[in-house]
């Protein structure tokens, strides 16, 4: 029979970004997926270079809705060390809160996400209710449930009373029930269990060689956590434990992230009854002294990584966005080959995509009906032409 | 046996009030230090223009408006005040962070809702 080519998107019902997939398929089994991931295009790293550091993080914080604590702490880490200075214990701490906060409420949300793509809405439901509890103490700390703001080159902006402190530590607890309720849930199901086992099976040499990261890895056997393996803020010092599973498929993605979900609350209440007291902000200089730097970041979805380059100046000279999203993409295209065209949804949200956070530069023609990726001559070519054309003054 | 823990979570839900409320007929708890709309109090105001170096989406512009006030002990002529762009502005509190004023002259109020289709509406 010969090969069908099934266009998914840019707009789609069942996806909450724009994603463009061509699924090549003979019957109902896919032969081979080809991927446009630009439709989100900001200019967020440009947009970086061009203001100071201060005034960078607010920016960067809006990569990603769900993972905005992430972008800023590897962009202050990072600029922390190129000025050779560290935040205090006690900004390190409540970084570390927020940064477990939002990883729970990421896989309740993920949780809830993968449960609806199987129809299995109920769970949806609870998840997403229970993540409105985390978001409520995210609120309460940071005084926003998205775009925290916690952040600050040299520290965090905020401190926690202590009163604070105990009313997110008693809405935070009951969690830990809930959660053991969902991981039994995800063992059992048999909606779960239907849709999950054996979906979107990746081998650990797969993911190996395709370089997938966080959960997607770690469901494959591959034992690799930036927060045990490069540690920063207080993870060197918390009691926890990376999660694995050998599963490889969509199930043992779950059940990592349910795991992680019990590893981060226990990491979030140690935190919280016991934190560092001293000051939340080091003085820090306006500028940074030329130098490179990467810096990694275990995010909920995978290793974050910014690179940043400084020239001396008071904004960085390059900023380089790597998302999770974008080194777990290649995975996906090869775990949907030889499945049924119905798993699609399942394995990619599997991934938990973030479209948004990844996207990059793309061609759309006015004129024609032409519409790619661009190389890099023919860019060059267009930015010759823009300004040769006066287009950058209209 | 399987189903067991979905079965007693919809029935422990049949006794429960509703997850959800009935917003805006309800009023919604804001937490104390929610950065919300933002506000400027022109009294308190020395026209230093701070919290227009420190905002990121450049919502914040210095008009002229002169008037006498005291800082430090000293009085000295004001030659400007902040505008600010409301619906240009991201709430991250920057401006409230950099004011050199205290209490401050421009900070963020709990309000949280509020939108409108002019985009030039400042707040003064």
Known sequence: MAEVLVPIGPQHPALKEPVSFRVWADGEVIVRLEMDVSYNHRGIEKGAEQRDFHRTLPLLERICGICSHSHTTVFAKGIEALMQVEAPPRARAIRTVVAELERVHSHLLWLGVAAHEVGFNTLFMWTWRDREAVQDVLEALTGNRVNYGINAVGGVRRDWPPDLVSTALDRVAPLGDRVRLYADMVAREKTMLARFTGVGKLTREQVLAYGAVGPTARASGVDYDVRRDDPYLDYARLPWKVITDDHGDVLGRTLVRVGELHESLNMIQVLLRDLPPGEIRAKVPRTAPPGEFLSRYEAPRGELVHFLRTNGTDRAERVDVRTPTMANWTSVAMALRGRWLADIPVIVAAIDPCLSCTSRVSLADPEGRDRGGMTWDELREHGIRFYAEGRHER | ?124
């Open chain 2, 1 to 124: 046996m399987a189903n067991l823990p979905v079965l007693s979570e919809m029935f422990g839900n049949l006794g429960s009030r509703p997850s959800t409320v009935l917003y805006p007929f309800v009023k919604v708890p804001v937490p104390e230090g929610f950065r919300g709309r933002v506000a400027v109090d022109d009294s308190r105001c020395i026209g230093c223009g701070k919290c227009v170096q420190a905002c990121p989406a450049s919502c914040v512009e210095m008009v002229k408006d002169e008037r006498e006030v005291e800082v430090k002990g000293r009085r000295i002529t004001r030659k400007r005040r902040p505008e600010v762009m409301v619906f240009r502005c991201i709430r991250c509190g920057l401006c409230e962070d950099s004011c050199a004023q205290d209490p401050k002259a421009i900070f963020l109020t709990p309000a949280f809702a509020g939108s409108g289709p002019d985009r030039r509406l400042v707040v003064r």
